[in-house]
């Protein structure tokens, strides 16, 4: 974190987390809202479009700010080398990103969203199928540590980084999880990703929207920062 400066760590991390918004909360709106050309095109479509919306916001804010997107990622990387005096300015601007990115999925959905007749809290936030804290939380933890682990063990092999070759890894690491670990809790896996969206879908005038199920909130923040922390200490004391 050290190597990119104050103004290149807001621009590199604001703007790639507001792309990677735009996209992944896209293709929900596409496969949700039913106005849309995507409409139920189901897991894969949004399991692939977050692939697709992770390596191409990391491509764009890579050289910027070394393309964290994600405060559990920042976390993790700041509990392996002890740099913790930038933390805060990153995770301020990954939240503005995700701010952002979520009201330009309103805009781009504009039309689709003032059709809405059903609860629309989905296409900008995550949530439980079997509302259980511990679980979730575990399910969120594991998610998030599995993705920091494999950013984390790149810097091991020589070059990879450097090649670009990782960013497309990290996308396709980011399907897997999806795929795999994301049916119980939708795999927020970042806090930024679920919150600043949770707070435009709760301030947005969308019809019928629903609720922005406030109680359930803290389970895709907490979960992901400890997933992070753990990831982290773990690669610091293992590798």
Not at 26 to 49: D, E, M, P, R, Y
Not at 50 to 66: L, Q, T
Not at 94 to 103: E, H, R
Not at 172 to 194: E, H, Q, W
Request: net charge neutral; hydrophobic share 50%; glycine share 16%.
């Amino acid at each position: 974190m050290s190597a990119f400066t104050n103004g290149d760590i807001f621009v590199g991390e604001t703007l790639g987390t507001a792309a990677l918004i735009l996209l992944g909360g896209g293709v929900c709106a596409a496969v949700t809202l039913k106005k849309s050309k995507a409409v139920n095109a189901g897991w894969l479509a949004i399991t692939f479009g977050w692939g697709f919306a992770v390596m191409i916001a990391a491509y764009m804010s890579a050289p910027k700010s070394g393309a964290h997107l994600n405060p559990a990622v920042t976390l993790a990387i700041a509990a392996d080398t002890g740099e913790w005096g930038k933390v805060p300015l990153y995770l301020g601007s990954q939240l503005l990103g995700a701010i952002i990115g979520a009201a330009l999925v309103w805009v781009t959905y504009l039309g689709q969203f003032q059709a809405n007749d059903a609860p629309t809290l989905g296409i900008f936030a995550t949530g439980p199928e079997v509302r259980n804290p511990v679980q979730n939380l575990l399910t969120e933890i594991i998610g998030t540590f599995v993705l920091c682990l494999a950013i984390l063990t790149q810097g091991l092999t020589k070059g990879l980084g450097l090649s670009g070759t990782g960013i497309l890894i990290v996308a396709f690491t980011v399907v897997g999880i999806g795929l795999s670990l994301g049916g119980p809790t939708g795999y927020a896996i970042n806090p930024a990703r679920d919150l600043g969206p949770r707070i435009v879908h709760s301030l947005l005038p969308i019809p019928h929207k629903g609720g922005s199920d406030w109680s359930y909130a803290w389970v895709p923040v907490a979960g992901p920062v400890i997933g992070g922390l753990l990831a982290g200490g773990f690669y610091h004391l293992a590798f």
